[in-house]
């Protein structure tokens, strides 16, 4: 068994005397539970203290260290733009952001969904809803390779990828509380795509993820409080943006795009809604806004656009001719 007492002690000593973790011993810890190697008190110790102190830059870029090195066979997927999905909550509406990644995947861009949730609405589960965006699933990575080339766009499950991430990711059912492996998780970037979006739920994490990616050599990053936690942009509220742009650090203001008083998940959603609103069978302008304005977003992420009106106008005017055939 690998030890973690040292690292459990520095995070609780006390006042005036604990410590957060350093980037090699947080690489360390992920390693040793990863492997399955680490006493499960430990392990439950050191991520609730981590959680109970707040997590840093630094301890989870070490933990996606760990969670890389075991993950070097998914690098050589050919995406541009990571977007990772690992919200957890019953609030979350229609995963409409599904249909954001499609119209981004159709602009040329080649897109990595991969994720896990819990606690989910059963309407609003996200694997339930990939064959009404028209998102392929893959569990292997010839599979996932093939579907970028034909698609540009898949979901790969998290388990799929390594099972042991989603075994120490569900010890949050033991644990009661979600722990920094969630932080970590959406920050993996698995195929090393030059590009990455990420939503979260709790405002000071938008914070956190940027820092992170810095100290992980990030390039491109797009960081908002979405709705559900996810990447899905209210389109209705002015919404702060935090991330990197070829490396330093930015962040922008974005003001609505329509009026409305309406919440994400205020409708709930109904088996076959997010296909209808594909299909134009059913019409739903703040739908369609939140569609396109969260499209738009991560195509300014991905460098498909240089400015927010120019990705703006390019994904209303695929929403508008997304159901022409291409040729």
Known sequence: MTSLAHLVRALGRGPGRSRNLDRKEAQEAMAAILDGTAPPEAVGALLMLMRYRGETGEEIAGFVDAMRARLKPWATL????????????RSRGLPLFLLAARLVAMSGQRVLLHGWNSHQNPHAEIRAHLGEAG???????????????RNHIVYVPLEAMDPELLRVLKL???????????????SMNPSGAPASVLGVFHPPY??????????LGERNLMVI????????RHPA?????????????????VEPLIDDTRRLADAEPQKG????????????????ATVTGTAALALLAAGGATTLAGAQARMDALWEDRLVPAG
């Open 78 to 89: 050919p995406a541009t733009l990571d977007w990772p999905s690992y919200a957890a909550g």
């Open 135 to 149: 998102i392929p699933a893959a569990t292997t990575l010839d599979g996932a390779k093939t579907a970028l080339e």
């Open 172 to 186: 949050r059912d033991l644990l009661g509380l979600r722990s920094p492996v969630n932080t970590a998780l959406r």
């Open 206 to 215: 938008r914070g956190l993820q940027q820092d992170a990616a810095a100290l």
């Open 225 to 232: 409080k979405g709705g559900g936690g996810e990447f899905e």
């Open 237 to 253: 509220k002015q919404i702060l943006v935090y991330g990197l742009e070829d490396g330093a650090v930015h962040e922008q203001t």
């Open 273 to 288: 809604d997010l296909g209808r609103l594909w299909s134009g069978e059913r019409e739903d302008a703040f739908a369609r």
